[in-house]
């Protein structure tokens, strides 16, 4: 058998070149997220009511009662409305970073279980939530009730100074009458818009 020697490549610039895709690939331009990362709006002072980056375990919200199941049910209807992805998902894990500022910073990798509404970013999507942040304690209270538990994600992208798509997002826990509640919102407002 012969052996055949390959032209002479320039090995440096191809590895750089192999080296940029595979860093690229890996990244996904926007934390892991995929393509599918599109802002469809500007993330407003309204959005921010409903995106609070934080993680709520009500499991019966009807049992609320008076102005407080009133305001859950106003803010069900705005995540619904402005979220560019909804999912059941299921939160795999939770990592804590912490900047040179000393700051903490989670990031909770969630499993994608169904998608509601929006486009898939793939098997997982991770979000975060920084100290200082509103929603930062209710993770940091309930880091153990939140791994491996079921929950509505409500996620609207954005992007920063920077033009780097990010997320700002709401978990619920996914109990089956939440879900029926989020999919008839979902099925009403597709009716609506196909009337007008």
């Known amino acids: 058998m012969e052996l055949r020697r390959l032209p002479h490549l320039p090995t440096l610039p191809l590895l750089l070149l192999l080296l940029a895709f595979a860093l ?3 990244c996904g331009g926007n934390g892991g997220n995929g393509a599918q990362a599109r802002v469809t709006s500007p993330f407003t002072a309204e959005h921010a009511r409903f995106f609070d980056d934080a993680v709520d375990l009500i499991r019966e919200p009807e049992a609320l ?3 407080w199941a009133e305001q859950w049910d106003e803010e069900l209807r705005g995540r619904t409305g402005y ?18 500022e000393h700051r903490n910073t989670y ?46 994600l409500f996620l609207k992208w ?39």
């Open 158 to 196: 954005y992007a920063d100074d920077a033009g780097e798509v990010k997320s700002h997002w709401h978990l619920t826990p996914a109990t089956r009458s939440m879900v029926e509640q989020v999919k008839q919102m979902i099925a009403d407002a597709r009716r609506r818009a196909e009337e007008e």
């Open 65 to 67: 009662g008076g102005r």
């Open 83 to 100: 979220a560019d992805l909804i999912a059941r998902v299921v939160v795999q894990t939770l990592r804590t970073d912490t900047d040179l």
């Open 107 to 152: 990031h909770l990798v969630c499993r994608m279980n169904e998608t509601l509404r929006g486009e898939s970013p793939g098997e997982e999507v991770q979000v975060a939530v920084s100290e200082g942040s509103g929603g930062f304690e209710t993770v940091a209270r309930n880091e153990r009730r939140i791994v491996d538990a079921r929950f509505v």
């Open 24 to 26: 690229l690939s890996a």
